[in-house]
């Protein structure tokens, strides 16, 4: 039995294709492992909050020492870290928008990028402490970027790859639907995105 965790980021509704897409994925993990617990988090709805000063101050103030107010403040933080370190599965749900990731998804990151919770400062340098899962990243896009001259353009796949992995998260699939906005391209982006889908 896996428990899996799945993101979604997206501010559409469901004509979202990495919603879409990230569905295909839930199916195709639910037919492997039927047994397994899947837990959504929405990141749009309802919106998930940025990072303000007194969530920082409390983040960096040592647990005891904290107010009631200070507590408060980490619950949500806690609770996504939680939901992070019991999950097997993690899948994330990553539009590319503007050559990005979604500010709530970023927002997510800032929440879950603790030290002390998800990583580490040890004497041979930062050690990731989210370790031993299979994380599928979800990504779809107007555009074509995993080649060609918008490559380079791509700030998501780069991005997550490199903060999951400083948190311990190495072991990290891509699927992709992109070219949705480019003739031809685009009718059967999803349906390629889909038949790429591996599960481990």
Known sequence: MKQVLHITS????????????????????????????????????????????????AFFTPAENRTAEQSEFVKLSDTVIDELHEADIIIIEAPLYNFSITSTLKSWLDHIARAGHTFRYTENGPEGMVKNKKVYLVFSSGGVYSEGERQAYDFVVPY?????????????????AEGMSVPVVQETALQKGIESILVE
């Open 160 to 176: 997550l790859k490199k903060t999951l992995g400083f948190m311990g998260m190495t072991n990290i699939s891509v699927v992709r």
């Open 10 to 57: 997206s501010p559409r509704g469901e004509s979202s294709v990495s919603k879409k897409l990230g569905n295909a994925v839930v199916e195709k993990i639910r037919a492997k492992y039927p047994d397994s617990i899947f837990k959504k988090r929405d990141l749009a709805n309802p919106l998930f909050p940025h990072l303000e000063e007194a969530q920082i101050n």
